[in-house]
């Protein structure tokens, strides 16, 4: 059974990463998850320098899922590159690299640096955090925006370059087809909802920040019609993600057209999902007789009958 699968350039041995900012740059996770066993990690969202992030309180659970607005609290590239990404390198691990920035021109550095070291296997560039208030979101709102930012980024790497998609826009699929006139290799979607939560009693808002981004499993049927969406629109692999909490959830988006999914608050909740994960989808494979899960990718059929999808 072959679970392996290729986002441009970069061959993963199943389809399964570690979401940005849920797994921190991976080596914090490696006593307890063997991180070569993984498709792939995106570590936390990168800037050229280091940032403090938002005062606490930061996260707060909310029905099926949870809000955070951490403020992308980071050690910044260059540190990222020499203390962190040597022990991955020497674990194995598929090292996808979150790339943020306040302007265009710092998105282009980060990605400069990261393309001089040894060990990083894509470029995800974050054009999508709700959580700050210059750049990011503000490039990936726009579509000019998008496309400015992927093809700069594009002219100084060989590495893949996934463009990581909002969902707080109206039609998502226009910036998917932004990111990939500007030469991406893969997109992947969806970053957090704003969303908000206030305390009655006190009549203030849960976080510090006011706003922040909802993740987790009440986000899930969302964002699968999003990647739906992008796999009729753009050639290029989706990337997809949102409240997936176990491998049906995994299958789900893989058969709406994502090639690869990535894992982000479920791993909040049980570090341990990724073997559950990659157990389900072998067994999944295996009872429906399916060699490769590439195969999977965007086989949804919509046109059987009111009848066949009743099972009656
Ligand atoms: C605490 C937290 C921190 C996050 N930090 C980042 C980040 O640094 N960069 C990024 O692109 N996405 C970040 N995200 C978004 C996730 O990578 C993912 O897109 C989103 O949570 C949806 O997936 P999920 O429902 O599986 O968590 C963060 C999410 C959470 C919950």
């Keep these: 059974m072959d679970l392996s699968v290729r986002i441009g350039s970069l061959l993963l041995k199943n389809p399964l990463i570690a979401a940005s900012g849920c797994f921190g740059y991976g080596v914090e996770y490696a006593d307890v998850v063997d991180l070569s066993s ?17 005062a606490a309180p930061r ?21 990222f590159v020499s203390e962190k990404l040597p022990e991955l390198r020497a674990r194995n ?41 210059e750049g990011g979101i503000q490039f990936g709102c726009s579509l000019n925006g998008t496309y400015d930012v992927v093809s700069a980024v594009r002219k100084v790497t060989r590495l893949p370059v996934i463009p990581k998609l909002t969902p707080n826009v109206t039609d ?15 997109v992947s979607l969806v970053n957090t909802f704003l969303a908000m939560v206030i305390d009655i009693e006190t009549r203030q808002p849960k976080i510090s920040n006011v706003v ?9 049927p969302i964002a699968v019609r999003m990647v739906y969406e992008c796999r009729q629109t753009v050639r ?20 709406a057209g994502a090639t690869a999914v990535q894992v982000g608050t479920a791993n909040f909740v049980d570090p341990f999902i990724w073997t559950k994960l990659v157990d389900g989808i072998r067994d999944y494979l295996q009872r429906h007789r399916i060699a490769r899960v590439s195969d999977l990718v965007g086989t949804i059929d919509t ?5 066949e999808r009743s099972g009656v």
Excluded: W
Excluded at 236 to 255: C, S, T, Y
């Design 38 to 54: 993984l498709g792939a990690i995106a570590v936390k969202g990168l800037f050229l320098s280091e940032r403090e992030g938002h």
């Design 59 to 79: 996260i707060v659970e909310t029905p099926a899922g949870m809000l955070n607005a951490i403020g992308l609290q980071g050690i910044g590239v260059r540190r």
């Design 93 to 133: 691990a598929t090292v996808v690299v979150n790339v943020c920035g306040t302007t265009l021109d710092e998105y282009v550095e980060v990605s400069r640096i990261l393309s001089d070291a040894e060990g990083v296997g894509a470029i995800e560039l974050n054009i999508s955090c709700p959580n700050i208030k």
């Design 172 to 186: 998502v699929p226009s910036f998917a087809r932004a990111a990939e006139e500007g030469g991406a290799d893969a």
């Design 212 to 220: 922040g981004g909802l993740s987790g499993p009440a986000i899930r």
């Design 236 to 255: 290029i692999p989706i990337i997809g993600m949102g409240g997936i909490a176990d491998a049906r959830d995994a299958l789900e988006f893989m058969i």
């Design 303 to 307: 046109h059987a009958s009111a009848t």
